[in-house]
């Protein structure tokens, strides 16, 4: 791993260290793991526009229909 320095703001530190007490890990911890899913958000953001694109080109149908008919649903 690399040392690093980063300027956060008051707030946004004590944010972070509250955290940090709360997860029961150190502020590194707290920063990286922020700061990987704040860089998966691109790729989730693609297969989801990617998702949308192929329901424009082929819309869902009625197959979902043939199940439902089949569905046993538990008496309450």
């Known amino acids: 791993?690399?040392?690093i320095e980063i300027v956060l703001d008051r707030k946004l530190l004590q944010a972070t260290d509250r955290a940090a007490r709360r997860t029961k890990q150190d502020r590194s911890a707290v920063v990286?793991?922020?700061l990987r899913k704040h860089l998966q958000k691109p790729d989730t953001r693609k297969l989801e526009e990617l998702e949308?694109?192929?329901y424009q080109r082929k819309p869902a149908g009625d197959e979902h229909l043939e199940?439902?008919?089949e569905a046993v649903?538990?008496?309450e």
Request: charged content about 40%.
């Open 52 to 54: 949308r694109k192929g």
């Open 32 to 34: 990286r793991e922020a």
């Open 67 to 69: 199940w439902e008919a």
């Open 1 to 3: 791993m690399e040392t």
């Open 73 to 75: 649903w538990p008496s």
